[in-house]
């Protein structure tokens, strides 16, 4: 469960003019399903990815997931939950350019034991890159680095998944794929997807619209958040 309680974050603190990016947040996101995020360009959502993954620090209040406060981790614990229960999906796909696909996946796991390549690689075929696994990032298109990126995320079985903007770099075919697979995962994750095309939001459980920093309404569309 992430619970995010009373939460600001201000830009530009002690300064003439300040920036709101986060406003009295307030919002609690559990279960294994899809969460949108959608609003206009600068409007914060992308800000309240990161303090919910612990990438950025609130100005004031609080975030916890499983009643742990993520401000209060040292940077080895926070790290270490992460690793161990985050995924991470962003617009830029962060992959390491000497190293194959098949090696960029199994970063997260820091092995190469055969277990390890036959997971990586049956997430690669699932997203239908399999074919790709002995490439280098430069030699692939954006939607395949994109993918590359996705098989990442997923390849410690994390139990919350953060994607900001990850269908960016995809036409509308490749980028229904994408979220066709991720609704299959969602099974067995809690998956926050920033975005601010609707139309890859099909199958979610709930969307959060955010504008000016501010959450303005919350649509359960099969649930109640």
Do not use: C, W
Not at 157 to 166: G, N, Q, R, Y
């Amino acid at each position: 469960m992430l619970k995010i309680d009373n939460t600001n974050l201000i830009y530009d603190i002690g300064k003439e003019v300040q920036t709101y990016a986060l406003k009295n947040i307030n919002l609690t996101l559990e279960g294994n399903r899809m969460i949108g995020v959608m609003g206009p360009s600068g409007s914060g959502k992308s800000s309240l990815l990161y303090v919910m993954a612990g990438l950025k620090i609130p100005t004031s209040g609080t975030i916890t997931y499983n009643n742990t406060d993520l401000s209060k981790l040292t940077p080895k614990k926070a790290a270490e939950l992460r690793l161990k229960d985050f995924g991470f999906i962003f617009q830029r796909h962060f992959l390491i350019d000497y190293m194959t696909v098949l090696e960029n996946v199994l970063t997260p796991i820091n092995s190469d034991s055969m277990e390890g390549k036959l997971k990586a690689l049956n997430l690669l075929e699932r997203l239908k890159i399999g074919h790709l696994a002995n490439k280098k990032p430069f030699q692939l298109s954006g939607g395949q680095r994109q993918r590359v990126a996705i098989a990442r995320a997923l390849i410690n079985d994390p139990k919350v998944i953060f994607a900001d903007e990850l269908t960016a770099a995809l036409d509308h075919k490749s980028a229904k794929e994408v979220m066709d697979f991720l609704d299959e995962y969602k099974r067995k994750a809690l998956i926050i997807v920033v975005t601010h095309d609707p139309s890859i939001l099909e199958n979610a459980d709930d969307i959060v619209n955010i504008r000016d920093g501010v959450i303005v309404t919350v649509d359960s569309l099969k649930g109640v958040v």
